[in-house]
């Protein structure tokens, strides 16, 4: 078409606004595909800069808050530049230290805060236990505060405070008339948030009866506790406890007492080796180990190396080590490894000289226990009251029975004793107790000797007694009722010794014996001795339960860990 001349006036499609998009429905136009991105670019960059406002906000805020932590540097993990400061052992507070500085390292007992500005924490050393506050005021920050009511229970810290006497008196802890007022906690080591026992609860006695409550065992309040196998699988926290801590000193102060008087009666300790080529005391109960190329045994007793030893001039020995058995009994008082403690000793004209000895022995032992013990005694009785009411026997000086006197006893409180008194067997372990009964009630002890077991009941090396064969120079110990030692006169000439092991069906010349009767038959002066076991004297001095209570990391043929 020509141009008319006039001017051009495009189509409605061809105006911008209809080329960017179709109109929408009702007359409105959608917003291009530009518009959007810009605006989606728009909201993106605001959002950054309110999250940069945010954050440059809390940043201002942790510094005004740390710029007001009066307490910086007075709380949180122990600096390496903290200087060393003496410590206090939290047992040796007393009313002496008010108004005094003290540092202190202990485990948390518990922690609680009371409220922003008061925290509590108790602190507990080898059982002992003392309250400590925290308070905001001038230097101490409500950081401060805040921290040190959440440290982890069993965690290790050291404490700087001032001891004050509180108000009331603090019925929770050990130390009830004082307790410290902080001015530094620092954690030495921090306990994991989820122990798998609380050392409150092993703190708690033993229930009164066996009562179960859907599967779970309540002590005489009602209150669940935990039971001895768990204690045991958790032994480490088990130990941390007030009576473990108690009995554990008194198992230490028995040997240490042990090794005082032998000594000072001149006897020589010696270690023998706990390693053998043979079963050489004869029976089953060995532990048989791989040695190399061959088969060793885990020796029973140190029996036979003590009168080796004797043989070879030592005239009094004595050793303390472990003793193993490999019996399966699953008994209060068994083990299958328990600390021995044995002597061995020349005596001149009888064997009751050596007897005499050995229960001096005990009687100081148990004498001396009473009486440099008794602080950890009458913390054991607060869970086992048996603890504090062992009886010693009069004038010190102990009592003893012949065997036969005991069975006589017993058949007079109507016990069937009839195949002891036939020599067919030894007294069973309810005689045993039973008889501990009688003589408590008859002699007012709970320790007591019987001398002249059967010649039936007792080992190859025991000397039988020359004006009744029937019987033996042989002798027990007994605390309440239980055996606690074995001993007896040995054998000392070596033709004697050899009908003896015919007797008891051994065979003399087999490799086993060679070394133990060659020392017999270099000549062999008479002597006597006894082994004990450590964790039974400590067991039934306290009164307690079972012997795993009285023994550091038992084994028993259930038990090989931890």
Known sequence: MADSGLPHRPKPEETPEASAAPAAEGGAAAPSKNALKKAAKEKAKAEKAAQRAAQEKAQQQAAAANAEDTAKGLYGPIPESEDLQPVTNIQQLSEEHYEKEVTVIARVDNARVQSAKLAFLMLRQQGVKVQAVVAAKEPISRQMVKWTGGINVNSIVQVTGTVKKPGVPIASATLS??????????????AAQMLPMQVKDAERPPPLSDVVEDGVQLDA?????????????????????????AITWISSGIVQLFSEYMLKSGARWIFTSKLAGAASEG???????????????????????KQMCIAGDMESVFEIGPVFR????????????????????????????VLEFAEDLLVFILTELKERYKDQIAVVQKSYPKAGDFKLPKGGKALRLKYMDGVALLKEAGVDVSEQERFENDLTTAMEKQLGQIIREKYDTDFYVLDKFPMAVRPFYTKADPEDPKFSNSYDFFMRGEEIMSGAQRIHDAKELEDSMRAKGLDPNSEEFEDYLAAFRQGCPPHAGGGLGLNRILQFFLGLPNIRLATLFPRDPQRLRP
């Open 326 to 353: 490999a019996e399966d009994s699953n008994t209060h008082r068994h083990l299958t490894e328990f600390t021995g403690l044995d002597f061995e000793r020349t005596f001149r004209h009888h064997y009751h000289e």
């Open 177 to 190: 008339n004082l307790e410290i007022h902080i001015s530094k906690a620092y954690l030495i080591s921090e």
């Open 283 to 305: 029976g089953s109960n060995v532990f048989e180990v791989k040695y190399f190329k061959r088969k060793a045994y885990l020796t029973q007793s140190p029996q036979l190396y």
């Open 221 to 245: 309040e009602g209150a669940p506790i935990v039971t001895l196998k768990t204690r045991l699988d958790n032994r480490v926290l088990d130990l941390q406890t007030e009576t473990s801590q």
